[in-house]
């Protein structure tokens, strides 16, 4: 397969061919995607060494990740040097930090040679991100990008017709957060370039999130304004469009980053891997994991109602996560090339459920997930609390 190019590939003598992304990106329309400087052919800058991009810095990958989730503030931040530290005294050993956040921003201000720096979405949360990597290969904890794809307010602000719109206004769910639509190749380019960059950076993985189409969209789907891109000639019924956009996707972002040398996940909502697919969203499970290098199916016992019957699953988070645990299997044994299988698990407590319906999650909430998906013959997992306000004392190998 073929792909055009970001950029000028340069050839170094000592090591390796680094890609350079260079592209004009006018800030007031988001533009600046440009694939006008030849074609490579990505198999062959896959298995050639030669091409492979090198960012200088060395991670091996660890005996099984163990990781938890950092924000941008926490990561520029004081409470950065805490988590490093409690990794350190820890048998965990990755870190998932944000680099495109929840609300479409990097969290960090790209340099002046960089091709994000003119799109206007750098914030000043994470000063050197360089300094920052340099810092976890020295402790070798395992740098992972979180990079949210589809639910991205601010370019939805800024290029309503990447959106959806109503009454001329875009969309916006309860919670007052925009999405851009999976149908649109050009939102595709713009994800897959700020993935280029962390990589460049030096993470080692990119993860993938909010990989989806907005909750509930087959309620909405006939009533918003929106554009179906090149799928607008599909044959396909409503639901397994969406399901292709959103799992092309995901192929197409994995082969684009392949002369980086970095491993490619998604998130996905656990319920879809017991379900032929998630109807709304367009997430099949199996299609995902056959274009990736880690699944991370969210299975925080908070978030399912009476499933797997277990009418209460936030006071019984091993029965749920071993429940779930055999689905997964299942679903991943029929696959010829399965990806790694690191969920993602509760560390917070879900008062909101109401009195009877939740428990305080500590040591021993955290130990039973884990022990579940080991008991299940699943050896990673990450950990997540929108704070980082992580459990203290954990046996993370039970």
């Not at 805490?82 to 495109?100: E, F, G, P, T």
Request: no cysteine.
């Amino acid at each position: 397969m073929k792909l055009k190019w970001i950029g000028a590939l340069t050839l170094a003598v000592s090591m390796a061919a680094a890609p350079s992304v260079a592209a004009e990106s006018p800030a007031e329309d988001f533009k600046g995607l440009s694939y006008d400087y030849g074609e490579i052919d990505t198999d062959m800058v896959a298995s050639s060494k030669l091409y492979r991009f090198d960012s200088g810095l060395d991670f091996e990958y660890p005996d099984a990740v163990r990781g938890l989730y950092v924000t941008g503030h926490s990561a520029g931040g004081e409470k950065f040097g805490r988590l490093v530290n409690l990794i350190d005294q820890s048998d965990l050993n990755a870190m998932v930090i944000d680099i495109k956040d929840d609300f479409g921003y990097l969290t960090y201000e790209p340099a002046e040679d960089s091709p994000l720096r003119e799109l206007e979405i750098g914030q000043p949360y994470i000063k050197d991100p360089r300094a920052m990597l340099e810092q976890l290969e020295e402790k070798q904890i395992y740098p992972i990008a979180r990079v949210v794809v589809f639910k991205d307010t601010a370019l939805a602000e800024k290029r309503p017709e990447l959106s959806y719109t109503s009454g001329g206004k875009v969309w916006k769910n309860g919670r007052g957060e925009a999405f851009v639509s999976p149908f649109m190749k050009e939102v595709w380019d713009y994800n897959v370039e700020i993935a280029i960059e962390a990589a460049k950076m030096g993470f080692k993985e990119i993860q993938f999130d909010y990989v989806r189409f907005p909750e509930g969209f087959e309620t909405r789907a006939d009533s918003l304004k929106y554009s179906f891109g090149d799928y607008e000639n599909s044959k396909l019924d409503p639901i397994q469009r969406r399901v292709q956009a959103v799992t092309d996707f995901v192929a197409y972002a994995r082969e684009q980053l392949k002369p980086y040398d970095v491993d490619v996940s998604v998130d996905i909502f656990g319920y879809s891997a017991t379900l032929p697919e998630a109807p709304g969203i367009g997430q099949n499970f199996s299609k995902i994991s056959e274009n990736v290098d880690v699944i991370s199916s969210m299975i925080y016992p908070s978030h399912w109602t009476s499933y797997f019957g277990i009418s209460k699953p936030d006071l019984e988070p091993y029965r749920l996560v071993a429940e779930y645990a055999k689905v997964e299997n299942e679903k991943l044994s029929a696959l010829e090339n399965p990806p790694v299988s690191r969920p993602w698990l509760q560390d917070f407590t879900a008062s909101w459920l109401g009195s009877g319906n939740y428990k305080r999650y500590g040591k021993a909430e955290v130990e039973a997930q884990i022990k579940a998906l080991n008991d299940a013959g699943i050896d990673e997992f990450l950990l997540w609390n929108a704070g980082n306000s992580y459990t203290e004392g954990v046996d993370y190998t039970p």
